[in-house]
C-alpha cells in the first residue's frame, strides 16, 4: 500500500488483523506513533491506536539506521514522555510490547510469518547512514527475505526536506516491487485538513518552496517517473481521489504539455518572467507599454495554448495576467503577461524592493473545453473559465487549488466570488463552464533566486 499519512493505512492494518489475527509490527519509522486518540486515529497515534485494540502483538521500532546507546536512550525518552498521558496500566502495558532497535538488531531477529512492515520516509531524513539509497536496498532485501502479507510505503512529506529526493527515494522503493504484488494507493481528501503543528509549519513552507501540496494534491502533482512506475505496477484506488489521480495521470492534453514544456523549456520561461518582473516593477525601467500580440487561434483549437503569469507571496497574490490560449509561442507572451500583472488593479503596483520575498506561478493552459457540469473538473489539474450569459468570462488557475487546499466546491466559491457573484454563484444553472488541464510550476520570482 501506497500513502502519505501512515495513519491512512490504518483501516488496511485493522483488516489484515481481522483475517490473520494479531500481528508482529516492523516500524522503519523515525517517530514511533504513539499517542492518545483525542479526535481519531491520526499519525501521531496510530500504533498504540492499534495497540489497544489488540490488533498488534508487538512492535520492532527500527528509529535509525545505526543507533548508539545515547541515540537508543533519546528514543526510550521520547516514548516515555508520549506515554506519560496515557493511564499507567496502559503505558506500561503498551512499552512492554515495543522493542527498540536498528537495523542491525533488525537483521538477527527471527520474526513471525504474521508480520506486517510500515516504511515512513521520514526515516531517511533523520537517520538513514550513509548512504539512502543503499539502506533503501537492505530494507528491500529484507522484506524480500521475509515476504509480509502487507507493507506499507509512506511518503511522510511532513518530514521532508526535498522533494526530489523523496521522490527518488519513493521511485527507488516501488521499482525494486515486483509486478505481481497487489498496489494500492489511498490519496486522501484535496481539502485535507493538517493534523498537527509540525503539518501546519510544512504547508507555511511548501507555500514557499512548491516542493509538497496538501492532501491528495501530492499525488495528483507527482513526477512523471513515478506516476509512470505505479501505473505499471496496475496499481488501484482505495479511495474516490486516488481514482481521480489516476485518471489525471492518464489525461492525454496533460501529458502532451509535459512533453512541449520539459524542465529546460519551464525555467526558460521562469527566467524570462523574473528578468522582465526587474525591469517593469515600480520604479520601473521600461516605461513603454507591449502590444498584446495577435490570437492566431481559437481558444478552443487543439494546437492552441494559454499562458499565465501569477506573481505572489507565501500569503496573498500580489498581480495576474492570463491570456486563455489561442496562441502557439509563449515566450513573446511573457513580457505582455509581466507588465500586466505588475500593475494589476486590484493590488497595489509591485516594487522593485519586494522581489526577493515574491514566488512567480506560471500556468501553461491547453484547449479549453466545455463542461458537463460545474463539478466536472479535478481541481489542481483543471483551471476553470466561468461565463456568464452575457458572455463576461473569469478564469481561475488550477494553482490556486493546489496552493490552498480546496476542494471542488471550495475552488468554485472561489471563482465565482471573483466573477462577482458570490460564493454560492456557481450554482446558478445558466451559467456555463469550461476547463483547461493545466501545467503549472512555482518559482522564486527574482533572477537571483533562479540562479
Excluded at 515476504?147 to 525494486?176: G, M
Excluded at 491570456?323 to 488593479?345: F, I, K, S, T, W
Amino acid at each position: 500500500m501506497v500513502c502519505d499519512r501512515t495513519s491512512a493505512a490504518y483501516e488496511s492494518f485493522v483488516e489484515h488483523a481481522r483475517q490473520y489475527g494479531p500481528f508482529t509490527l516492523v516500524l522503519i519509522d523515525y517517530h514511533n506513533s504513539v499517542g492518545q486518540k483525542k479526535n481519531g486515529v491520526t499519525s501521531v497515534n496510530w500504533v498504540s491506536s492499534l495497540m489497544q485494540e489488540n490488533l498488534v502483538r508487538d512492535v520492532v521500532w527500527v528509529s535509525g539506521r545505526t543507533m548508539l546507546l545515547p541515540n537508543r536512550k533519546s528514543r526510550e525518552a521520547w516514548l516515555d514522555r508520549n506515554l506519560s498521558t496515557f493511564l499507567p496500566t496502559d503505558a506500561a502495558h503498551i512499552k512492554s510490547r515495543i522493542r527498540i532497535c536498528d537495523w542491525h538488531d533488525l537483521e538477527s531477529m527471527e520474526l513471525p510469518r504474521n508480520t506486517v512492515v510500515s516504511v515512513g520516509f521520514a526515516e531517511f531524513t533523520k537517520d538513514p547512514g550513509a548512504d539512502v539509497f543503499a539502506y533503501i536496498d537492505e530494507i528491500h532485501g529484507f522484506i524480500k527475505k521475509h515476504a509480509p502479507l502487507l507493507t506499507v510505503l509512506s511518503l511522510s512529506s511532513v518530514y521532508q526536506n526535498d522533494s526530489r529526493k523523496a521522490w527518488d527515494w519513493f521511485l527507488h522503493c516501488v521499482d525494486f516491487f515486483p509486478l505481481r504484488a497487489d498496489w494500492a494507493l489511498w490519496a486522501g481528501d484535496f481539502s485535507q485538513e493538517a493534523e498537527s503543528r509540525d503539518e501546519l509549519r510544512a504547508r507555511s513552507l511548501w507555500r514557499k518552496t512548491g516542493d509538497f501540496f496538501p492532501g491528495a494534491y501530492n499525488w495528483l502533482l507527482c513526477p512523471s517517473a513515478v506516476r509512470a512506475s505505479l501505473l505499471k505496477k496496475h496499481i488501484w484506488a482505495l479511495d474516490g481521489t486516488a481514482a481521480v489521480c489516476m485518471g489525471a495521470w492518464q489525461d492525454n492534453a496533460l501529458n502532451l504539455l509535459e512533453s512541449e514544456f520539459p524542465e529546460k523549456a519551464r525555467r526558460e520561461l521562469s527566467q524570462c518572467a523574473a528578468r522582465n518582473l526587474s525591469d517593469f516593477a515600480f520604479p520601473s525601467m521600461r516605461s513603454e507599454t507591449i502590444l498584446l500580440p495577435p490570437q492566431p487561434l481559437s481558444v478552443h483549437d487543439e494546437k492552441s495554448r494559454g499562458i499565465a503569469v501569477r506573481f505572489r507571496t507565501s500569503e496573498t497574490d500580489r498581480g495576474c495576467l492570463a491570456l486563455y490560449g489561442g496562441h502557439m509561442e509563449l515566450l513573446p507572451l511573457v513580457p505582455v503577461c509581466v507588465q500586466r500583472a505588475v500593475r494589476d488593479e486590484r493590488y497595489a503596483p509591485i516594487a522593485r524592493d519586494e522581489i526577493p520575498s515574491l514566488f512567480v506561478n506560471i500556468s501553461v493552459f491547453s484547449p479549453w473545453k466545455p463542461m458537463a457540469d460545474a463539478l466536472d473538473f479535478v481541481p489542481g489539474m483543471d483551471s476553470l473559465i466561468l461565463q456568464e450569459p452575457d458572455g463576461e468570462r473569469t478564469l481561475l488557475q488550477s494553482a490556486v487549488a493546489m496552493e490552498r487546499g480546496y476542494s471542488k466546491e471550495q475552488f468554485l466559491s472561489r471563482l465565482s466570488n471573483k466573477a462577482g457573484l458570490g460564493l454560492d454563484g456557481w450554482k446558478d444553472e445558466n451559467l456555463r463552464f469550461f476547463k483547461s488541464p493545466t501545467l503549472a510550476w512555482t518559482t522564486a520570482a527574482s533572477v537571483k533566486g533562479l540562479d
